[in-house]
């Protein structure tokens, strides 16, 4: 069998959102992936200390912080925090537009006075697997903490929350020299949430980085995601997944659907393709 390469959404993809338990089938399938001589790497937004009791599941790297920071194993072989001219421009930009900010360091992320509370009320009927993510993460306080309480650790990404499109719009047009806001495709017009990302970075820049790392063709590379951040890393992979859950905009770019992973998507899609 020809060795692949998997890379693993987490928040509604591997797990439910905002989850450190992923379902017994989908952990089946990653060890059974394994032992059939594939690599499998979970490729997150996520900053690497919101996934820290995922990691105890056997996978053979990680893409944390929407691919600025990278490990193969236990060793780091991509790292690129924004410099603090960027961290403090975004910032200020931000903060003057009236968005909520969480600013995602490697162990932790820290989070603006108020971000409980518009979570709550924008989740009240639902959401995008991001804003529930960050619901979860919030209530359980998953080394998230008051931005009070930053001491000026290395950022590698900043998750955004606005009332209003307008709001984001205004602050990429900004910001666009030095980033990339990826707004989540949420459908609901009372808020807006994303992603501020430095330009150097993507799940799909990310993914050709550890496939040049490991000497793997691209076209033996298989993703699997459901919200806009997990776009690029669909359209690079060899063959790109979306769960049945995911956003439209990603769907229109995946080679299949597979059911969500409260369906046993991953187990399903990993037998259908003949990862196990």
């Known amino acids: 069998m020809k060795q692949k390469i998997i890379f693993l959404d987490i928040d509604g993809t591997f797990t439910e959102p905002g989850s450190n338990v992923p379902p017994a089938t989908a952990c089946e399938a990653v060890r059974k ?24 599941y056997g996978f053979d790297g990680v893409v944390a912080s929407a691919g600025a920071y990278i490990l193969a194993g236990e060793k780091v072989i991509y790292d690129c925090p924004l410099t603090e001219k960027q961290k403090n421009s975004a ?10 900010r969480t600013l995602e360091c490697r162990d932790g992320a820290y989070t603006d006075e108020g971000v409980r509370e518009f979570l709550l009320k924008c989740t009240k009927n639902g959401g995008g697997s991001e804003l529930l993510r960050w619901r979860e993460q919030i209530e359980k306080s ?3 903490h008051p931005m009070s309480e930053y001491r000026n650790q290395a950022a590698y990404k900043m998750v955004v929350m606005s009332p209003s499109a307008e709001a984001l719009i205004k602050s ?12 989540q495709d949420s459908g609901n017009r009372d808020y807006v949430n994303g992603e501020v990302m430095n330009r150097k970075i993507n799940k799909g820049i990310a993914v050709e980085y550890v496939c040049n790392y490991f000497h793997i063709p691209l076209e ?52 259908k393709h003949h990862l196990i």
């Open 172 to 183: 990429q047009e900004s910001l666009k020299d030095d980033f990339y806001i990826c707004i």
């Open 91 to 100: 910032m200020q930009v931000l903060k003057e537009n009236g968005i909520f």
């Open 220 to 271: 033996d590379s298989v993703g699997f995601g459901d919200s806009m951040n997990d776009k690029e890393m669909l359209e690079k992979t060899g063959l790109g997944i979306c769960m049945v859950n995911g956003c439209e905009t990603v769907k229109a770019v995946a080679d299949d659907i597979c059911p969500s992973v409260t369906e046993d998507g991953i187990w399903k899609a990993f037998q």
């Open 33 to 56: 992936a394994r032992q059939a001589g594939h690599l499998v790497f979970l490729c997150t937004g996520r900053s690497y200390g919101m996934m820290s009791g995922l990691l105890t």
């Open 142 to 144: 998953m080394n998230i």
